[in-house]
């Protein structure tokens, strides 16, 4: 294909990604509008200035500050100690070998692949018997082993193909298991664990289901469910939903421009596994 | 030296200790749960099979997989193919003629939805869509109540899907073009075969790994739909977009017919745990 053929090529993809980002545009202009320019101009102008009162009124009414520190605490809680966990069990599985691991394998894959609804009921019945229903407590529990099941999954045929001259090196230099782990495997695969941190970290921040079932209090509730039990609620007009749009929208793009190579990179990694 | 393995268990303890807590019993009371009547509070009682013939006759169950067929053209089938051909166009075409800046640029705008949580997004297109203020109707010049009317509300869901998806196979599937050997391009360039020919005969064969994980991932992912579902139309209007774990979510919290719930949910499990090995015995013949 040449002269006018290729750039027909590039229009296409180009006009596909104008439609791809169009939502977020639209969010963004019109969480600026006051209610009156809406109303008489409509969605689709441009905004004669920047009217933040209809971004100020929202955080202020849902506490949008106390629901940013919740997910941000629960996602980063899992993204940690689930990480610990996979490094753990991987260490176990991938340089170990301990018997029965493939069982072990199929066992944790069934258990990421499984729908929540399924386990549901009985934790939502535990966490009430225990004490720890409505507390991000919960919610970092159980989505830390089900985040670890995944990374289990991954780690252990990263570590599976680990060097073992160097871990041999280092117990007859007298290390012991933990130091060797602690010393040697962490470090080396320390590329792995960052993306498996990052993805723990935005999978769970993402997180919906769960946490609509524990999280039922204004003081716990994270961003996805606070937007989502909100929406359709009475008080909430045009220039308030594209607010609360656009609230939710930030800190997701804001990591997807923080962590893009990572993430991108990651989403193979995680694929092809 | 054998290094010995014996000492290793004792690293898998604290997480098979949480997963028998937190996975394992939970699913076991599930399937306990499913075969009795309860509402939640107060002991269950036994009703062995009923709750599963109550399915089979149920005519919300049978439609709530229909849907989900639906959702799986939505989040699965469509997204791959249409990602193949972008895949193909940024990575053959694209960066090779407008350099590869371009192409990752491309590729970028395509994946930004992917980084929205699902509920968010449902947020986003609750408002875009809604019937006399939204964007969409403005831009059209229409009047549509795009999820209030029972004819139009799933393939909307399906279109917001479709919108959703798209950016995860098209990063998977250019990344796996890396692995192709630029060698095999270049001879069928050189002996005039055409864009399509080299879709065909080079593109599609060499990334048939990544085309199995994606139609896997997002077939699982379509099964398990929940979030898009509870913002944009609470399985609404009538039933116009149940799907199951709605369904299930609905018997257990707002039904109190938590039996019922839990044998929804069982069979939901069944079904994506039969699809994974299905997907991943075809993959292994395959090699």
Known sequence: MRGPGRWAVLFALVVLAVVMVFPFAIVAINAVKSPAEYSSDGPLSLPDGLYLQGLVDFWNRVEFGTKLWNSLLISASVAVLAVVLSVLNAYALGIGRVKGRLSILVLFLVANTLPQEALAYPLYYLAKAVGLYDTQLSVIIVMTVIQAAFGTYLLSAVLGQFPKEILEAAAIDGAGRLRSLWRIVVPISRPTLNVLLIFFFIWTWNEFFLPLIFLISNDTQTVPVALAVLQGEKYMDATMSSASALLGLLPAVAFFLIFQRTLTRGVTVGAIK | MRVRTRGYWLYLVPSLLLFLVVIVVPFLMNVGASFTRWSGVGTPRWIGLDNYTRLLKDERFWQSFQHNVG??????????????????????????????????????????????PVAVAGVVWGWMLHPSYGAINQIFGLDLDWLGDPDLALATVMAVMVWFQLGYPVV??????????????????????????????????????????????????????????????????????????YFSY????????????????????????????????VQERER
């Open chain 2, 71 to 116: 959702l799986i053209v939505a989040m699965a089938i469509v997204p791959t193919a249409i990602g193949l051909v972008l895949a193909a166009a940024l990575f053959d075409y694209i960066g090779k003629k407008f350099g590869s800046r371009t192409a990752s640029a491309l590729r970028a705008m395509y994946y930004l939805p992917q980084v929205l």
């Open chain 2, 172 to 245: 998977i599937f250019m990344a796996g073009l890396q692995r192709v050997d630029p060698a095999y391009y270049e001879a069928a360039e050189i002996d005039g075969a055409s864009w399509w020919r080299r879709f065909w005969h080079i593109t599609l064969p060499q990334i048939r790994p990544e085309v199995f994980v994606v139609l896997l991932t997002c077939t699982i992912a379509a099964l398990k739909v929940f979030g898009p579902i509870f913002v944009l139309t609470r399985g609404g209007p009538g039933n116009a977009t149940m799907v199951p774990s």
């Open chain 2, 250 to 281: 609905l018997n257990f919290f707002q039904k109190s017919n938590v039996g019922y719930g839990s044998a929804i949910a069982t069979v939901l499990a069944l079904i994506i745990i039969v699809v994974t090995f299905l997907f991943l015995r």
